[in-house]
């Protein structure tokens, strides 16, 4: 509004000043190469006027020239260096180390104080193989203000790629500390849980959320992970810790099976039965899980084995339909030797049409052999458990356990195992096996039989001299072009006998008598 004020104002003064000059009267004369000028004062001032301001103009123009054309190289010059910096880093991006080498120089040489230049010679580097030359940049970086947290990052990766964790540890301590983020945020976590440093993990979660660079519902998950990690330590040491902890972790995330069965296992280590029994019972009905039926069924000791099946089977109403579930009360039913319980526990597993897992096999095994002692189908149910689909297991970055870990013994992961089924993998490629028995080589057309196989070789069998069976002719046969032989060369082998099995090989056979069986 004053600037308003002021505009209006000095426009009617400048009115009011040409109204005065317009009003006054007179006149301006002047000759000025043979030429006679008369006109009134305001037009000759107005002459005067534009031509100071024409003149003031033109030496402006001509003094600023030497600059102007300075200004103009120069822009010219970083727009090739752009040009060059745009072509290199599309150039790292693809791979082509010998195009990114080359506008990296280009742009070296135009743009020499950029920071993209810095960062396009260490791609160009890293893309050589130059990991000295990387490294001497990266370092350069990290003594400029603009580019420290760049040149940091850098480092970090180079640390990782020679395998030094310990000076990438410091290294991302270092970017941590000027500002949080993402990438040295979890590079100082993982750092902290590979060495199995709980509590420096903890106040590194604490930092990361608090900076907002982590998802709050991971980071709850692993805040349970790391308490339940807590109480695996001080389990023995201090309980009440430990039972503290779980009951934090089972609040932060209900599905992690380890905390579950720890705090359960600690309340009934502390006569808290009941306690323990309803923890067990309300996180089975979410995951039928192998770990929560055990400490459920032992969560008294020294009950009996009809304790221990009556428990099972009061488990096993919170997932009816869980193949956990049956494999619970069959293993507790032949604890109390009820084998037909335990059948009709397994019968739903093994019925046809399904696909029992090894585990189930060896059930059934163990079933057949205390109660009927039949080792054919003991030997049967073995035989399908090394061919039978794996069952689920602990696995983390392609290692599985029977028991759960904090972090992966590959990677040093945090989180990492979960419960599933491992791949079956074949270890190295497919070979179709030779065959058992091979028709013989035909004779060659100069009358040479070829050289034979291995194979056929060992899976010949020489043959007695030959015998004259009941009812046939003692006399030769007549020779034809199968049996004739050249002179140069006799076969030394004989045919190949294949002998009839007299039972399959898992068949022990018929039992003898006892008249038959003579004593020692």
């Known amino acids: ?214 998802d709050p519902v991971a980071a709850r998950r692993q805040k349970a992970v790391l308490d339940t990690a807590i109480a695996m330590e001080c389990e023995l040491s201090d309980p009440e810790r430990a039972a503290k902890l779980l009951r934090a972790a089972v609040k932060k995330a209900p599905e992690l099976v380890p905390a579950t069965a720890l705090l359960a296992r600690l309340l009934a280590r502390r006569g808290d039965r009941r306690g323990a029994a309803k923890l067990i019972e309300s996180a089975y009905a979410r995951t039928a899980h192998p770990d929560l039926a055990e400490v459920y069924i032992d969560v008294r000791p020294g009950d009996s084995s009809g304790d221990r099946l009556d428990r099972a089977r009061r488990l096993a109403k919170f997932a009816p339909g869980e193949p956990e579930s049956a494999i619970m009360l069959a293993q507790a039913a032949l604890g109390a030797r009820d084998f037909a319980a335990a059948r009709a526990a397994m019968s739903p597993l093994i019925a046809e049409g399904k696909q029992p897992t090894s585990r189930m096999c060896l059930i059934m095994a163990e079933i057949e052999h205390r109660e009927k002692d039949a080792e054919g189908l003991v030997r049967e149910w073995l035989s399908r458990g090394s061919r039978a689909p794996r069952d689920a297991a602990w696995v983390a970055d392609g290692h599985w356990s029977r028991k759960w870990a904090p972090v992966s013994p590959v990677t040093g992961k945090l989180d990492a ?83 009839p099995q007299p039972s399959p090989p898992d068949d022990p056979g018929p039992k003898r008598a006892a008249a038959e069986i003579r004593p020692f």
């Open 1 to 214: 509004m004053v600037r308003i004020l002021i505009f209006l104002f000095v426009i009617a003064a400048a009115a009011l000043g040409l109204g005065i000059l317009v009003e006054q009267p007179g006149s301006l004369t002047m000759t000025w190469f043979g030429y006679h000028i008369d006109t009134s004062p305001v037009v000759g001032l107005s002459v005067i006027a534009l031509g100071a301001i024409f003149g003031w103009g033109l030496v402006r123009f001509l003094f600023g020239l030497p600059g102007l054309v300075s200004l103009t190289t120069r822009a010219r010059k970083r727009q090739r260096g752009h040009e060059a910096l745009t072509r290199g880093i599309l150039a790292a991006g693809v791979g082509d180390a010998r195009k990114a080498q080359k506008a990296s120089q280009e742009a070296r040489k135009l743009l020499p104080h950029e920071p993209l230049t810095l960062l396009l010679e260490a791609q160009a580097a890293q893309l050589a193989g130059d990991r000295a030359g990387a490294e001497r940049i990266f370092r350069a970086m990290t003594e400029r203000p603009d580019t420290k947290l760049l040149g940091l990052r850098g480092l970090h990766a180079e640390s990782l790629r020679h395998g030094d964790h310990d000076d990438a540890h410091e290294i991302a301590l270092a970017a941590q500390k000027l500002t949080p983020l993402a990438w040295s945020g979890q590079a100082v976590f993982d750092r902290h849980t590979a060495k199995g440093d709980w509590e420096a993990a903890r106040l590194c979660l604490e930092q990361n959320l608090r900076a907002k660079i982590l």
């Open 417 to 499: 195992f979960s419960w599933v089924q491992p791949r079956e993998a074949l270890s190295g490629p497919v070979v179709e096996p030779a065959p058992d028995f091979a028709p013989p080589p035909a004779l060659s057309a100069a009358g040479t039989v070829p050289t034979e196989t291995p194979q056929l070789e060992a899976a010949k069998i020489e043959t007695p001299p030959a015998e004259i069976l009941p009812g046939a002719s003692a006399e030769p046969a007549p020779p034809n072009a199968s049996n004739m032989q050249s002179p140069q060369r006799q076969p030394t082998t004989a045919q190949p006998v294949i002998f």
